[in-house]
Structure formats: C-alpha cells, structure tokens
C-alpha cells in the first residue's frame, strides 16, 4: 500500500542550486498537486495536473516548475534555490479533481535552502 | 477566489473533554468542505467531508462536522478528546479541482 511516494525526505541546498522533488502515485489518479507547507501558513498550492499532460499553476507558483511524467509521476523542480523556499513540500493525488474525491498526501520533503 | 480562516491557532484541552474547532468559508455557493489532520512529521489524512445532503457528517476516529450555511461555517467536533488527537488540523474548501487550505489550529491535549 504504497499510495504517494515522495523522494527525497529531506534535503539541504546551497542557494542557487537547482534540484527535482520526486512524487510518485500508484493509485491510478488523474490528478496530482504539489503543496509548500510554512508555518502559519497552512499549505499552499504551487501547481497541480489535472490529467496527465495537463499542468496548471496555483496560489504560488514563482520559482519552480513542474512536469507531469506520465500518470503515476509529477515532479517539482527549483531551478535556482532560495532561502525563501525553505519549506515541507507536500505532494498529493486524487482520482479526479480534489474538489470532489479524498485526496492522498506523501510523507513531504523537508527542504532547507542556505 | 474561495477562502479559508481558521480563528485559533492553538488549542489545549484536557484527555476526556470536548473539542470544537472552528473553521468559516468564503465562496459565493455551497462548497465541497473537508477537514484533514497531520501527525508530527507526518503527511494530511482526511478526517471526513461535505459534499451535500445531511449537513452533520461523521467521520473517522469517531469526529464530526457540521455545515451551517447561513454561518459559512464546518466546525468539527469530538465529544471525548483522547490523547493521541493532539495534532493539526486542517479545514480546506474546494469549489472545483483545487483544495484551498485554513492555516490551521494546532491540538494540545492534556492528562
């Protein structure tokens, strides 16, 4: 039962940096999301996939891309890393639009950019 | 845009005592409501939600919620807190695809 499957759990990058959050679902789902998570803040929507080869921005969406493998894969890219996007990134997955069906969240990524 | 404010951030109640936690929504229709909750280092499980029909809805771990349209409201209640509840949760609304999240309200429970 692995259900959303985020690598890495923790990273550290030096600012300027680029790297790739991994996400993996094996719930056959249309729809993924990439979430930050900030204290006070609740979760922040970055950018989602409404179906696989769809990609749309969301709430905050400045300084990373996204790319939409295939169905299982949704991955998160900072090109240039900032302190600011110190953060627990969240990916989650759902059968169709998270409006309507549970959505299924990974263990998140703890992402610390010095 | 849709909204979501949680007014307390942090909670304490005693093990055994009753629990509400507030949540109120902004949208100009009904809403697709959910309430999630987060373990220390852990990721969002859904708790229970609201799509339509009966507007007191239960949920897992023995939660409920009810939805009061002429408040915006979905407070999700517990009638006996039991220690391993402490944790965040979170109240979300969805209109269409997207879920927007509340901040939060952080569950201290004392023995």
């Known amino acids: 039962n692995a259900g959303v499957t985020q690598t890495p759990k923790f990273q550290v990058l030096k600012t300027g940096q680029s790297m790739t959050l991994q996400c993996a679902q094996d719930?056959?789902?249309?729809?993924m999301y990439w979430y930050r998570q900030d204290p006070g803040m609740g979760l922040r929507l970055i950018y989602y996939?409404?179906?696989?080869?769809?990609?749309d921005k969301g709430e905050v969406p400045n300084g990373y891309n996204v790319s939409r493998l295939n169905k299982r894969e949704f991955s998160l890219r900072l090109e240039s890393a900032a302190p600011s996007q110190t953060s627990v990134y969240f990916c989650?997955?759902?059968?169709?639009?998270?409006?309507?069906?549970?959505?299924?969240f990974g263990q998140g990524t703890r992402l610390t950019v010095v | 845009a849709q909204s979501v404010t949680q007014p307390d951030i942090h909670i304490t109640v005693s093990e055994g005592a009753s629990l509400e936690l507030r949540c109120n929504y902004s949208y100009g229709a009904t809403p697709y409501l959910f309430w999630y909750v987060q373990s220390p280092g852990q990721g969002l499980q859904l708790l229970l939600k609201?799509?339509?029909?009966?507007?007191l809805v239960q949920g897992i771990k023995g939660f409920e919620a009810e939805f009061k349209r002429s408040q915006s409201s979905f407070n999700l209640r517990k009638p006996s807190v039991h220690w391993s509840d402490a944790a965040e949760y979170f109240c979300a609304v969805a209109p269409a695809s997207k879920l927007t999240f509340g901040t939060g309200t952080r569950l201290q429970v004392t023995l």
């Open positions: 719930m056959n789902h249309n729809s």
């Open positions: 989650a997955s759902s059968a169709t639009g998270a409006g309507n069906t549970e959505a299924f």
């Open positions: 996939s409404a179906s696989e080869g769809t990609t």
């Open positions: 609201y799509f339509s029909g009966d507007t």
